[in-house]
């Protein structure tokens, strides 16, 4: 273990220097165009802007890892004669009570680095309700998909509830309150807060055709090995690593309450790509992810999965964790157990 962490130290200390530059759109032949990536941009947030997938970018492009991109990269968007909007302009976002950087950087698609450079922030952990944020490289809104048409009442907290437990009275998912409440840790809620509580008609559907209900996600702690199933048949199993004496992954039923295609763990530098968030341990959620990408580009614990090595997130190779993604949905139970 000594040997391990004064690796990942030295590690953290390589880091790779990005040049800022304008995101450009060039028209190309048979309805596609050549962007080229701004400093902060993710493909999920290029993806946006021209109305298409990642998946189809990725496919045009023929990119293995989708979070490997770089400013400068010229990318063909396939489907698209023109991005939705001007590329080089920028969004600015008024930040609310109880958001933090890390959730406006998900928000929004870009990388909390980026947010502070172009913002010229001292402290990333210290961002004020009512102040003006800069959003590089996007011209349009956010990247939330949960956009409720109207809300039916309101809940004021009482002495002992929980958000699970409101959720659960109201019929609504405990995902759809925390998104719809701005509510950075949904552990952390106390007696008088109130609360919007969504009008379950206007809720949209979940995506994907199907229901999260017969599907189930199950995490061996002593095997390290996760399993899917759905209808009472696997469907997956893969090799994973999960937290490290000390840090360890906390036995328990949960279920996914958001998924992003690229979380910032702004505590250790790291980007964690296709992000599924399971529950929370005090002020920092914890969540299945691929293998972390250090600032220098190089994936924390490669050739360790299948060893207790993280920071209490449950971990899988790149490719296993972009199939279960895009196959889990937010509200899939998830157990984990020994």
């Not at 995902?175 to 952390?188: F, G």
């Not at 929370?280 to 999965?305: K, T, V």
Request: glycine share 10%; hydrophobic share 40%; proline share 7%.
């Amino acid at each position: 273990m000594r040997k391990l962490s004064y690796a990942l130290l030295v590690a953290l200390l390589i880091s790779t220097p990005v040049i800022a530059m304008p995101a450009r759109a060039e028209t190309g032949n048979q309805g596609s165009v050549t962007h080229t990536v701004a400093w902060g941009q993710t493909l999920f947030s290029i993806a946006q802007q021209y109305g298409t997938s990642v998946d189809a970018i990725s496919r045009a492009n023929g990119l293995a890892d989708p979070t490997q991109i770089y400013a400068g990269q010229r990318l063909i968007i396939p489907g698209a004669s023109r991005p939705s909007a001007p590329a080089e302009a920028e969004a600015t976002h008024t930040v609310q009570p109880g958001e933090n950087l890390f959730r406006i950087a998900l928000k929004y698609g870009v990388t909390v680095k980026a947010l502070v450079e172009v913002n010229s922030l001292y402290n990333p952990d210290q961002v004020r309700a009512g102040q003006e944020l800069t959003i590089p490289g996007s011209a349009t809104g956010s990247s939330v998909s949960y956009q409720p048409r109207h809300a039916s009442t309101t809940h004021t907290v009482r002495r002992g509830e929980t958000l699970a437990s409101i959720a659960h009275h109201y019929g609504v998912a405990l995902w759809t309150l925390v998104q719809m409440n701005n509510i950075a840790n949904p552990s952390l809620i106390v007696p008088g807060q109130t609360l919007v509580i969504p009008n379950r008609s206007s809720l949209a559907p979940p995506s994907g055709g199907a229901s999260s209900g017969d599907k189930r996600i199950v995490i061996d702690l002593s095997a390290q090995r996760m399993a899917t199933y759905q209808g009472g048949i696997q469907v997956h199993s893969f090799i994973v690593s999960t937290g490290m004496p000390g840090a360890n992954t906390v036995p328990g039923t949960y279920q996914v309450l958001d998924k992003y295609p690229n979380a910032y763990a702004s505590t250790w530098n790291l980007q964690m790509p296709y992000w599924l968030g399971i529950y929370w341990a005090g002020s920092l959620e914890n969540g299945i992810h691929a293998l972390p990408i250090l600032p220098n580009g190089q994936r924390l614990w490669d050739g360790y999965l299948g060893t207790p090595i993280s920071y209490g997130c449950v971990v899988l190779g790149t490719q296993d964790a972009r199939t279960l993604y895009h196959w889990a949905e937010v509200g899939t139970p998830v157990v984990i157990q020994y």
